[in-house]
């Protein structure tokens, strides 16, 4: 009897998310805290995702931010989020989208203002700078990220609060 034995390839799974940490207090375990919650965003927004794709997420203090506020948007102040598109292929064949850089001290005093915890107002930072990699752009647009980044909010359902409501 001649058993044909399927031949079984391993992929690998790569990661479509990394996140780097130049505060280390932002908060416990955020590597952790990113990408589960990356997962649960992911799930929502995968048809706005191409197949092979990778992010970064990284977590600065105010005068980096401050500073790259002022170089690429010509503000000399420090803001919440900022992201940077890309769009390089990588050499694995993932398209770079890019990176959401996050201030830690601006989501932590945010997150005091409007009563949430420092953890959902990084993760609401990290939904609101995906969003741009994307291609939105509540500064230009007739209100669809907005609308979509509050459908995703409840959807989610982890938020309480944004500055922007």
């Known amino acids: 009897m001649n058993l044909k034995r399927k031949k079984r390839f391993r992929i690998e799974q790569m990661d479509d998310i990394s996140v780097s940490i130049q505060n280390d207090r932002c908060c416990k375990d955020c590597e952790a805290l990113f990408k589960s919650f990356w ?25 980096t931010m401050r500073r790259l506020n002022s170089t690429y948007r010509g503000k000399d ?47 609401f930072l ?3 700078g995906t969003l741009h990699l994307l291609g939105f752009d509540h500064e230009t647009d007739n209100g669809e990220m907005m609308a979509l980044q509050s459908d995703l909010k409840k959807r989610l359902g982890i938020f309480q609060e944004t500055l922007e409501e």
């Open 39 to 63: 997962g649960k965003l992911k799930r929502e927004i995968k048809k706005d995702l191409p197949p092979l794709f990778y992010i970064e997420v990284v977590l600065i203090d105010s005068e």
């Open 77 to 123: 102040n420090v803001t919440d989020v900022l992201s940077f598109e890309d769009g390089d292929i990588l050499p694995d064949g993932r398209l770079f989208l890019g990176s959401v850089l996050i201030c830690c001290e601006r989501a932590k005093e945010q997150a005091k203002e409007i009563g949430n915890s420092p953890e959902q107002e990084l993760l």
């Open 126 to 128: 990290f939904l609101h």
